[in-house]
């Protein structure tokens, strides 16, 4: 795994050394784009697992009519690519007013279907004695999900945060279609115009490329070991 980025930061050091690392940091507003990124993806995993919380509670201990269409349509936008719902997403913001701003980069993400399927099959993994006796010492179902289930649940959380994070920190199509301006670009949105200003220079953009990817690097290796949990619970039942 390691290898592509070791290969990354070699060609970077080639003709110039570390003065390609702060000639491409001074080249374009990598500090702009780096705060704007942290920002929408830090918001958006919140919400991502504030909806993902609450829709996985739902669909995996609740019994209410229609439960199970209702979450096979959930999942069912998974079939969904991307091109497809775009422009008429781009249309819904611009009635909105939310083109080019923070909204638009945030709002549509916060809801994630594969988040929401992972957390409720882990739900349902959970034993009902264990609901039974919760609701015996006087907990709501919110007191439940919030007290018992989701400390239960943190490999899975751990997987779905590290998941979103990546998915949110790589995102280059939606925010290049609804930012305008310079100040509103992310940092992948801002890298593709790095390369195409200096598509003849691969140590400065392997340089920029190395500024994108290290920090998700570093979140890996902290995360692996929540992951790691999560695949091995995965296929055990109770």
Known sequence: MLMPFLWMVSTSLEQGGFQNYVEAWNRVPFGTYFLNTLIVTGIT???VLITSSLAAYSFGTMSYPGRDKLFLLFLSTMMVPQ?????????ILAKLGWVDTYLALIVPWTTNVFSIFLLRQH??????????????DGCSRFAYLWRVALPLSKSVIATIMLFNVIGSWNSFMWPLVVTHSEKLRVLQVGLSYFNQEQSSNYQLLMAASTFSVLPLIILFLFAQK????SYSRSGLKD
């Open 83 to 91: 091109p497809v719902y775009l422009a008429p997403s781009y249309v």
């Open 45 to 47: 995993l919140v919400g």
């Open 226 to 229: 929540h992951l790691a949990a």
């Open 123 to 136: 739900f349902m993994t959970l034993p009902k004695s264990l609901y039974e006796a919760a609701r015996l």
